[in-house]
């Protein structure tokens, strides 16, 4: 089961609903929980430290696809991660990647922003096409926003629908779950309140020690489906 979480604004809260679905998902299935870290930050968001090399290094080399494993870091008994490593993340070795990852494990990405077709090129358009690759493959993929208007405006103006989506939720804001239902086209999996306690546990690197049960259990239906 490969699930991608991605967001169409930087600030979603992409990469701490990855980290809290994986492990959620790694707590309640006898199966194990891979995480992949398209971003950078899943390293520091657990407080370990930052590795030397890992899938950007990969993708540069010829190495076979089951090396991958020699660079995974156990987070707990049963998670692991692999980090992004050093370096632009290219997509010529998309398929070896994604057949490596369509496993019988339970794969969580964190693919961070997608960025809206027609925007310049730049030297990271590779990387932004392994990004949308892994979204297009996965059998879960996650749009995780907030009830904003330009949030979803972008997310509307993708050629692509997410399966579900996991909605970041803020005193103040003016639209509705409903609301963003409407203009997705897709259903609101959980709904996950800003919370203190985890903008504490993830400054302070302790998420896996430190988990915010609240949190976990606004992902239960989403992680039920993995």
């Known amino acids: 089961m490969l699930v991608t979480c991605w967001s169409t604004k930087g600030g979603s809260g992409t990469t701490v609903i990855a980290a809290l679905v994986s ?3 790694a707590h309640d299935r006898d199966r194990p929980v891979l995480l992949i870290d398209l971003c950078g930050d899943l390293p ?22 089951c090396s991958l494993e020699r660079v995974l870091e156990e987070l707990t008994p049963n998670l692991s991660l692999l980090s992004r490593g050093q370096g632009l993340l290219g997509a010529r070795r998309a398929d070896e990647l994604v057949e490596w ?17 027609g925007e310049p090129p730049d030297d990271s358009s590779s990387e932004h096409e392994l990004r949308w690759r892994l979204a297009a493959e996965a059998d879960r993929s996650v749009l995780v926003t907030r009830p904003c208007y330009l949030a979803l405006r972008r997310a509307v103006s993708l050629p692509v629908r997410p399966s579900g989506v996991v909605l970041v939720t803020e005193a ?11 203009a997705i086209g897709a259903p609101v999996l959980a709904t996950v309140a800003v919370d203190p306690d985890i903008a504490r546990a993830v400054d ?23």
């Open 101 to 117: 990852l369509t496993t019988d494990a339970t794969v969580v990405v964190d693919a961070g922003v997608l960025r809206t077709p």
């Open 204 to 226: 302070a690197g302790m998420l896996r020690t430190r988990v915010p049960k609240g949190a976990l259990k606004s992902l239960g239906r989403l992680s039920g489906e993995i």
């Open 172 to 182: 103040g804001r003016a639209l509705t779950r409903s609301d963003c239902e409407r």
């Open 44 to 65: 520091a968001v657990f407080g370990s430290a930052e590795p030397s090399s890992g899938l950007s290094e990969w993708l540069r080399s010829d190495l076979a696809s």
């Open 23 to 25: 492990l959620h998902a």
